[in-house]
Each structure stands twice: as structure tokens, then as C-alpha cells.
């Protein structure tokens, strides 16, 4: 499954407006010297098509958006060599699509009635009707179901026969009602005109203020307020994200058709957002099921093979449900969502242990991952819990005092945390911390430069916020102003290209760069990777360029690691050692022989 052509170098990940207004600015930082040989790979996050909310991840369509990219973008990146990859939203589609829209407009002679998920046609049968119009699931059911947010997952559209039908929603969902004009009323002729005036005046002062309009006192004309109240639902707006059916054969045309325009763009590597929600069934949870998630993986993996394409499936479970392991095994590469809690722990407790149990995880499983500091989303802290599934309690990466702990620490240096709920709206669970890397580790640049380090010298492809890199903190205005999700922009700071100017004359940043070559460039990393033993406040790891090759002999039908090719340099190699107190560390680089070269942090 796995494309062994993906190159096995440093990832950028940004928006196409993270840096300067467009993507050309990002593609002008590539070009600029100081960014020479520094990435061999790029995810460009979902503003890069056309979308409406969550900053992408509600995509009306997979075309261009031509406010923020152009084909000469993409033609420079070529050029750059630097391989792209893209997100295929796989749960869901903004409800300013194409197909929701013509839903909207046809209703049920719609070709995309079954595109989206009924939420009464789902539940039939396994279930009593509310008042409010919608089947409220067995307890069972209830008990089995994953929320993303308070309440049931449902949003209630409107059919253009005026009937309310509940929709499934996992995510986002706001509704907007706009103001009246006096042409939508004026077909009330009954009226006199200086009473519609005042109708008018009082249906728009509601709206405006976000009360509710059918409580109003119309005196003489109350027999019409029912009639006016359905003029205004008439004119709603909806802004959310839409469960796709995948039940429905329309929507698996849609996905092969995505499939082939990512590919167009030059897509090599495709992260499946929110794949675990996909497959629904009554009596099952709607997070990751079987066989139901994996029959659909499996056949995305046939689309994707024939685009040659490689597929991410990305997914936030509790370590201890073993899931990235299943994932893993089933021949994909996979997140590595522990990072970013692990690197907390151990730098400011400033221990080894729980990291090298990971880390032997993965070298004794040959998990391929894909790692990172910061991203768009959050710090994960539920993917490192344990998990008890009835049948015995598997233990997490850290224990829940631990993980706590990582949470209050980040939380006392001014970060946020995301939940997890219940259908009843109570918290089930912690799910994310949001703040910037950087703000999450104190603001520390010598923590920040190790944790870089060791992220680094960790098996897979490293993957890099565009902001961890230039060292950027909190930003809570954003924070505060940001809506709907508005706690992720807390690490979203479009950087100026006076900041960039300025960030790349920072010793922090330089530190980083330099850093980031040499792991984009050295052979050593396609080869072996062996920890020292040490004591728990020492870190000590070294990547030799012979054990790639010597590999490949021992098991030639294998073939190489996605994206590792066999090292013509088999003398080389390169050594992390650091201390987890202090963080002071140092990075020695053998290119050949007799040849040694010393990288030490702090530099003097």
C-alpha cells in the first residue's frame, strides 16, 4: 500500500495563508537560502480548496481556492521537489456544497437525498420520537455513541414541502436567519402597507437580536405570524459540516472523483480526516467499527493504489484501544499523535522512560509513522490514556495522573483544553490541549530546540508547524475571537513576512533550520536506529546508514520503509545525546570515516 517513492525528509505543515496572504509567500520562504534542502515534503491544510468553516475542514468543493493559490505555486513547488500532501475529508462536506445545496433546492427529487445521512431514516426502529421531530436512539445506542459536542448530532434542514428533517452532524452547525425585505412580504396584500412596515420592523429586530420571532405580538394580524415565521425559516442559512451516507454509491463516485483531482494537484500523500466516523451502524459505535471502518478502508485502498497514492488514516483513540496498532498492521503508515504528550512529560520531568517505551514500540512493531510537535488541530492528551473495553483495562502511554498532570502544567502557562461529551452534554473525557507548542513548553527556546531534536532523531517523517518553528506563542486574542473551534487559533498566527524576516535572524530558529537539514539530507536516517542505555535523565540516539542496507539482505521481498531508500552511504551516521534536565544536548554527525562534526545546544 505504501508508495516507497515518498521521499523519507522533513515535512512542512501550514495553510496557504499562514505565511504572508498566499501560498506564494510560503513558496518564496522555500526558495530563500536559508530554507535550502530544509524540507522534502509539504501538507498544505484545506484552505488550499474551497471552504466555509473550521478553517478548511468544511470543504464545499476540492477545487482550487484561487483567492490564496495559483497553478504557478504548484508548478514552484515542483520545481522545489518537494512532495505535496493534501486532506481528503472523508466524514463530511459543508453544507455550502453542491450536493447540499441542490438537496436544499430539490428536496426529495434531489439525486443527493441519500448523499447526506437522515438522521429518522438511520434510527428507525431503534428508537422513540421526541417531540421536537427527531428519534432519540435506545439507550444502547446512546451508550455506543462518540460526540464531538454537547447534544445529539443532528441539525434540522428544511425541505423546500417546508418539512424540518434531521440531519446527522458530528461536527459543526450554526444556523443564521436573514432580515427580511419588504418584498417578502408584500404578496400580503390584506395588509395595509404601514403595518407591514411595522411587522417588518419588529421580525428583522428579533432576528437581529437573536430572539425567537414566532413570540411576537402582531395584535390584529397574529393569524399571520405562523405564515411570516415560515417566510423567514424559508430564508435561513445554514453553516456546518454534513455526514456523508457512505451507504450510498453517490458518494464513493464523489470520493474516487476527489481522489483523482488531489492527484491532479500533485497529491502523494492523502490524510483521511475524520475516517473513524464514517462507517454508522445501529447498535455499533459510530467511532471506528468493525468490520464496517476497515471494509471501507479497504476500499479506498483500491482507489488510492490505482491513483498511486498513498493513504494517512488519521485517528485520535486512547492508546490503550490499540487501534494504531491495527492500523499499522493492516500495511498503513500512521500518526504519531503520542509525540507531542510524551516530549511534555519528559522535558519537564526530565525523564526517558515512557519515550523509550514508545519508541521500542515502534522499532519492535515496524510502525511507520508520521510525527510531530504542533499541528493545526491540538496537543493530543487522550490518545496517550488507557482504555477499558469490559474485558480487562489496557494501560496507556501514561497513566491518567501523569497525562493530568501534562494538562495542568500546559493549562498554568496559559493553554486551553477541549473536551469530550456525553449525549446528556456532561464531559466524558479530556481530549486536546490548545496552545502553541512552544507557550505549552514555557516558552523555553532550549526546550524547544531539544524537543525539536529529539523529534527529529524519532523513526518516521517528521512533521513541522510552520509556527512551532518560529518559536510563536499564544495567541489568545484569537483565541477569544475566533467563533466556532475558535480555541485551535490559539496556535494559527499568520506570521507577517517582516515576522519571517525577522524570525530567521533568531538563534532559536537558525538552531532549528540547522537541524532540520541535516535530518533532510543525511543518509543516516534511512538506515537503523539504536538507543543507548542510559539513565532515565539521559538521552542518547544514534541513526547509522549501514542498517538499511544490511536489512534489505536479510529480507529482500520486503523491501524498503515507506519512503527510506537504501543508504549509499553506509559508513554514516548521526548521534543525538541529551540531557533531560538541563536540555542541554549535542548532535554528532559522522559523514565519513575520520570525519566528525559537532552541533552543540546551547551554542557558545
Known amino acids: 500500500m505504501v508508495d516507497s517513492s515518498l ?45 466555509d468553516l473550521d478553517r478548511g475542514f468544511s470543504i464545499s468543493h476540492y477545487a482550487i481556492n484561487d483567492e490564496l493559490v495559483g497553478q504557478e505555486d504548484l508548478q514552484a513547488l515542483q520545481q522545489l521537489g518537494i512532495v505535496l500532501k493534501f486532506d481528503l475529508v472523508l466524514n463530511h462536506l459543508s453544507v455550502r456544497s453542491p450536493q447540499f445545496l441542490d438537496m436544499l433546492e430539490k428536496g426529495d427529487q434531489s439525486r443527493y437525498r441519500d448523499f447526506f445521512i437522515d438522521w429518522n431514516k438511520f434510527w428507525e426502529g431503534e428508537g422513540e420520537m421526541s417531540e421536537a421531530g427527531y428519534i432519540i436512539p435506545h439507550e444502547t445506542h446512546l451508550n455506543r455513541l462518540f460526540m464531538r459536542k454537547p447534544g445529539l448530532p443532528i441539525l434540522f434542514v428544511r425541505f423546500p414541502d417546508g418539512s424540518e428533517r434531521p440531519y446527522w452532524n458530528t461536527f459543526y452547525q450554526e444556523i443564521h436567519y436573514r432580515e427580511l425585505e419588504f418584498e417578502d412580504l408584500k404578496h400580503l396584500r390584506i395588509i395595509p402597507h404601514a403595518a407591514l412596515q411595522d411587522i417588518l420592523q419588529q421580525v428583522n429586530a428579533k432576528i437581529a437580536a437573536g430572539e425567537d420571532f414566532r413570540d411576537l405580538d402582531l395584535g390584529f394580524y397574529l393569524d399571520y405570524l405562523e405564515h411570516i415565521a415560515n417566510i423567514v425559516e424559508s430564508k435561513r442559512r445554514y453553516l456546518g459540516q454534513m455526514d456523508l451516507n457512505a451507504e450510498s454509491e453517490a458518494t464513493w463516485d464523489f470520493y474516487e472523483q476527489t481522489l483523482q483531482q488531489l492527484a491532479d494537484f500533485g497529491g502523494k500523500l492523502i490524510r483521511l480526516d475524520a475516517f473513524a466516523y464514517l462507517h454508522k451502524q445501529p447498535g455499533l459505535s ?96 487522550l490518545d496517550l490514556d488507557g482504555f477499558d473495553a469490559g474485558d480487562g483495562y489496557q494501560p496507556g502511554l501514561l497513566d491518567s495522573t501523569a497525562i493530568e498532570a501534562v494538562i495542568e502544567r500546559v493549562l498554568a502557562r496559559g493553554g486551553r483544553v477541549k473536551n469530550l461529551f456525553g449525549p446528556d452534554g456532561k464531559k466524558i473525557a479530556y481530549y486536546q490541549i490548545n496552545a502553541t507548542y512552544f507557550s505549552a513548553l514555557g516558552e523555553d527556546e532550549q526546550k524547544l530546540r531539544l524537543a525539536r531534536a529529539i523529534q527529529l532523531f524519532m523513526p518516521g517523517i517528521p512533521q513541522v508547524w510552520y509556527l512551532d518553528l518560529f518559536a510563536g506563542k499564544n495567541d489568545y486574542a484569537a483565541a477569544d475571537n475566533g467563533g466556532t473551534a475558535g480555541h485551535k487559533e490559539i496556535n494559527r498566527t499568520t506570521l507577517t513576512n517582516d515576522m519571517i524576516a525577522i524570525g530567521l535572524q533568531s538563534a532559536v530558529v537558525r538552531d532549528q533550520l540547522e537541524m ?36 534489505l539482505e536479510k529480507d529482500p521481498e520486503q523491501g524498503p520503509q515507506p519512503g527510506l531508500q537504501p543508504s549509499s552511504q553506509p559508513g554514516e551516521s548521526v548521534t543525538l545525546k541529551a540531557d533531560l534536565k538541563t536540555h542541554q544536548f549535542s548532535i554528532h554527525h559522522s559523514s565519513a570515516p575520520g570525519e566528525v562534526k559537532v552541533f552543540s545546544y546551547p551554542k557558545c
Open 7 to 51: 521521499p523519507n525528509g522533513v515535512m512542512l505543515n501550514a495553510y496557504p495563508d499562514s505565511i504572508g496572504t498566499k501560498l506564494s509567500d510560503t513558496v518564496a520562504l522555500l526558495q530563500r537560502p536559508e530554507l535550502e534542502n530544509v524540507f522534502s515534503l509539504f501538507y498544505i491544510l484545506p484552505t488550499f480548496f474551497q471552504s
Open 286 to 381: 459510530n467511532f471506528f467499527n468493525t468490520p464496517g471502518t476497515w471494509d471501507y478502508l479497504d476500499r479506498l485502498k483500491t482507489i488510492a493504489e490505482a491513483k498511486q497514492l498513498t493513504l494517512l488514516p488519521e485517528i485520535h483513540a486512547q492508546y490503550g484501544k490499540g487501534l494504531h496498532t491495527e492500523v499499522a498492521q493492516a500495511g498503513y503508515p500512521i500518526y504519531d499523535f503520542f509525540l507531542p504528550g510524551l516530549l511534555l512529560d519528559a522535558l519537564d520531568q526530565g525523564r526517558n522512560t515512557y519515550l523509550l517505551r514508545w519508541i521500542d514500540e515502534i522499532q519492535t512493531q515496524g510502525l511507520r509513522t508520521v510525527n510531530m510537535l504542533g499541528c493545526h488541530d491540538g496537543i493530543p492528551v
Open 516 to 551: 532540520m537539514r541535516l535530518r533532510n539530507t543525511s543518509a543516516a536516517f534511512s538506515g537503523q536506529l539504536t538507543i543507548a542505555d542510559t539513565p532515565p535523565s539521559k538521552l542518547k540516539m544514534t541513526w547509522s546508514a549501514s542498517g538499511s542496507a544490511q536489512d
